[in-house]
Nanobody
Framework: QVQPVESGGGLVQPGGSLRLSCAAS????????MAWYRQAPGKQRELVAR???????NYADSVKGRFTITRDAAKNTVYLQMNSLKREDTAVYYC?????????WGQGTQVTVSS
C-alpha cells in the first residue's frame, strides 16, 4: 500500500508561486512514475507533470517553462514548483504514484489563483 499525502496548496495572486509536496508512505525508489494531475471545476482531470524512476520528466504544454517536478528520495517526496501562476491554473491538484503494482492517488490540494 502507498498513501500519497499532498500539501502546499492555497490562494495566490496571478504571477505568484507555490510549491506542492507529495509525501509517500514508503521509499520512492521502486515507483515507476510519480505525477501531478489537476482537475478544474467542470473539467476532466488532466496530467500536469510526471517523473519516471529514471528521472525523465514530462509536462503538459500549458505549464511548460513555468512548472517543475522534482523528487527527494531521502524524504520520499515529490514536489511541483509552480511559478508565474495564471488564473487558469486554478484547480484541485492530485498526486499520483504508480509503483510496480497498483495506482495510488492522494486526496488533492486546492490551488486558487486570484487577485
Amino acid at each position: 500500500q502507498v498513501q500519497p499525502v499532498e500539501s502546499g496548496g492555497g490562494l495566490v495572486q496571478p504571477g505568484g508561486s507555490l510549491r506542492l509536496s507529495c509525501a509517500a508512505s514508503r521509499s520512492i525508489f521502486s515507483f515507476n512514475v510519480m505525477a501531478w494531475y489537476r482537475q478544474a471545476p467542470g473539467k476532466q482531470r488532466e496530467l500536469v507533470a510526471r517523473i519516471t524512476s529514471g528521472g525523465i520528466t514530462n509536462y503538459a504544454d500549458s505549464v511548460k517553462g513555468r512548472f517543475t517536478i522534482t523528487r527527494d528520495a531521502a524524504k520520499n517526496t515529490v514536489y511541483l514548483q509552480m511559478n508565474s501562476l495564471k488564473r487558469e491554473d486554478t484547480a484541485v491538484y492530485y498526486c499520483n504514484i504508480v509503483p510496480p503494482l497498483g495506482n495510488y492517488w492522494g486526496q488533492g490540494t486546492q490551488v486558487t489563483v486570484s487577485s
